[in-house]
């Protein structure tokens, strides 16, 4: 990872107003994105976990300013988004694209499918009509739709399908970085690794980065080269895929890939159940945000935002891990212990326990 | 692929829904039957030839119905009066005719041998329903079958215009407000609960009393200025709701702007919702009329509304044909409006569109 | 004698368009205090089969042949002739319901206990008083932390982890003998899910209630079930018990299904069940999952509909190839049209 990275994401934050009464008075607000950092390599896939209301969508939407960041800075091939506008803004949106999570809510339903794909061109003034139309049939096609598609309406598509226009629609101004949110998730199973297949074969083909936001673990595992776990607006662990899932540190990812139901027992995991609910991102906890479901809390937990511990690669923020790291020297051994602390700490079962 | 052929848009969907209610289907039937009436008035009920053949040239003087410009002037040159069918062949043995249906007049009574071997129209109480007189005639002795043929263009004029006023007020001031919001939403929405406090009313009748020369035409402006608060709401409403979908945040991410986005993205989406409460405001529209002409504050005469004839029974209730058929006219159409409103209600709902998957 | 036991079901739509058979000749039998999970994609018919279960088919929807039968104390009830009258009693009573989406479920103008309460009420003659101790108790079966104050809050005040934990509450209150839950996870985050699929475990274990656990995710089903039926198009097309489905699956939807689920890193494409989830109204003839299937395709695939056999004790299968199929093998990757 030598070569500069396509986007970098510094100290980015989100807030949300809360409005009350009759003036509309601000009487607070929701950090739902509250200094959150990371950049992406061209080409490469950084996977976004975590659970709803973690802020991962606003991530998303904040890299290519569909909501305003309050604070933080967004580099996007050297450019810093936060600070461009009008005319400029929009040939860098042509760059950054972005796939939502529900294909029935992403397209509009009174628009022919070719008339949703070529918005972007004609917004853009790319081309004529007959040059819009060759690029349109393109990123049908390489999506795995056909030219006949054109004429229709999105209500006569299955929800796999739709996705696929949804993705077309995003290749169809050739961009270089693509926001993923939940793409596959409202699918069915045996639709969903279909579309998979066709994001990584695009990505290869196409050279795209991307962005990619999920709450499925086993999807971002198998995507994602990078991967980073979100909790209440904050990153808490981050590190390069197959390390995250051989070897996580922070409590919380360990409890969040504990929690998934898998069908191997060999890939059963000591399962750790939390107590609780994610608090308010309003009202977010002091210290580590965290700590109210941590079984490992201490108390300095609860007075001292976590700084960022590992190295380069693999930066966690959690007090406990990084008395751990410094203990062990290396993240195996302090993981293995970090999961031996969380297994003693009488919160875990065993999985599959449910039914026996 | 997908399985199916059949490409249909939103509307194609929805007539096809629309099209299994037989009552709504009726009174979209009787709607465009007004329609028809309404322009082939002049064909239906008059005394001018609907086409004739005068001194060597053709004229249609019926048109006189709709201006009285249209009226050719070689007839007034003529002397003939208004009376065609004597005048014609005194004036012009070769000339021919073609006349409406029913020879009478919205305007006035026919005279005696007008028409040939055609007694005078009876009036006040003699003059009940005829096989001359279909629906009997006024006071004065004009057709009632006439009057309401020749009413049926305000009838529908007043639901139209006033609906036309409102719904562009109405949609365009809760667009704004819905897709702005801040203190844009703050304004138009204050502005629409002023509106909606001031009764309609009682702003015709005190417009009437200070404009010299009132028409149906201000009815209908005032009419559809204070009658679009409601269209203006639920246009807010679902601008708040489109704005905030996944797919106009698509369209902005790629590059559009606002206006763009209102009226390409948001506005067809909005549209069929907005639609019900036009329809439905057609409806008390086409009431408020009628009321006003009863109460006497209706369009002068000699413009012809269902309401005003219903004013003329007020003098002489044993009249009661001035009742009934005008009665029932502005009740089937007022019910016809209304079915229409529920059907569209019910064949642009998302909600079964989506079960229809 | 099994606790329910449907024999045949048919339960079909009938609209403008047309008849629609959601579910299509549908047998199943739960034994007391087992858990079945009821496997399957968007409109293969699982929702429908619970809602026939409770005679809550929503019309133009009709229960059209088949018998659902419900021992109860050596009395054999079928619910699909019985009076509405006595199925009242039978839902919320004998066989308890809890949904997917916790919040539209709960009424939200009345208190959580109001409502527990009420679904006491309605199948037990008691005085508010115990109603209300009951709801209290309730609560604290499902472990709601501070049942007290929950009791006199409403739905939105809660989250969605513990509005589900009222309806389960809510679904037990009445001890009944079989709950069905309808996706009770699916709206909800894993590590929520984890604290509910845990909850449910560990009640069923304690008061001995039967599970019907209809769901799409098979990681929940490999975690929290003792048998498995995996539908696909309104047919059942595999049954066993759950450690034999997963270690030995033998129709090929099933080892599909099973196949295109991610699995660690990236090692080549995922396995793909080419073609899409046939909705109701175009079910094709023949064994309906033969324009999509990888391995034999016999003409008979396509014209015979294949009877459900069971191949080893307690394994059916829809598939006279299932001997053949052995353990999952990889079917060619391909890319999807």
Redesign the interface.
Known sequence: MNSPPLLDVAGLETHFPVRRGLLRRQVGSVRAVDGVSFSIAKGRTLGLVGESGCGKTTVGRSVLRLVEPTAGTVRFAGTDVRATHGAALRALRRRMQIVFQDPYGSLNPRMTIRAILEEGLVIHRLGTADERLVRVRAALERTGLTASALERYPHEFSGGQRQRIAIARALVLEPDFLVLDEPVSALDVSIQAQVVNLLVELREQLDLTYLFISHDLSVVEYLADEVAVMYLGRIVERAPADALYRAALHPYTLSLFSAVPTIDPARRRRRIVLSGDVPSPARPPSGCRFHPRCPLAESVCREADPPAAGDAVHVVHCHVAARELDRAGDAGAAAARITDMLARSGSATLSGGVGT | MTTETRTTGFWGDAWRRYRRRPLAVAAAAFVGGLVLVAILSPAIAGTKPVLCRYKGRIYAPCLAYFARDLEPAIFARDRFRGTYPRNLVEKDPESWAVWPLVFQDPYRSVRADEWPGLPANPARDEGRPSRRNLFGTDQAGVDVFAKMVHGTTIALLVGFVSMGIAGTIGVAVGAVGGYFGGWIDMLTSRITEIVMCIPTLVLILAVIAVIEKPTIWHTMAIIGATGWTGIARLTRGEFLRLKESEFVLAARAAGAGPARIMLRHILPNALAPVLVPITFGIASAVLLESSLSFLGFGPPPPTASWGSILNDARSNLAMWWLVVFPGIAIFLTVLAYNLIGEALQESTDPRLREARK | MPLLDIRDLVTAFHT?DGRVPAVDGVSLAIERGR?LGLVG??GCGKSVTAMSILGLVAAPGVIESGKILLDCDGRTDDLVTLPERDLRRVRGGRIGMIFQEPMTSLNPVFTIGDQITEAVRLHRDVTPALARARALEMLRLVRM?DPERRLDEYPHQL????RQRVMIAMALACEPDLVIADEPTTAL???????I??L???LRRRLGTAILLIT?????V?????DVAVMYAGRIVEQAP?AEL?ARPRHPYTI???A???????SG??????G??P?PR?FPAGCRFHP?CSFARLPDCTTHTPALDEIAPGHLVRCPFADALGPPRPST?G???
């Open positions: 403008p858990t994609e968007s932390a989250s969605g982890g513990m985050d894993v590590t929520i899910q984890a604290q699929l845990e449910l475990g560990d799409h995710d098979l990681g929940v490999a975690e929290t079930c003792d759950a997963f599909g299904l099973l295109a689920r991610p699995t660690g890193r990236r494409p995922l396995t793909t069940i080419p899409m989830v909705a175009d999509r990757p890319t999807a049209p």
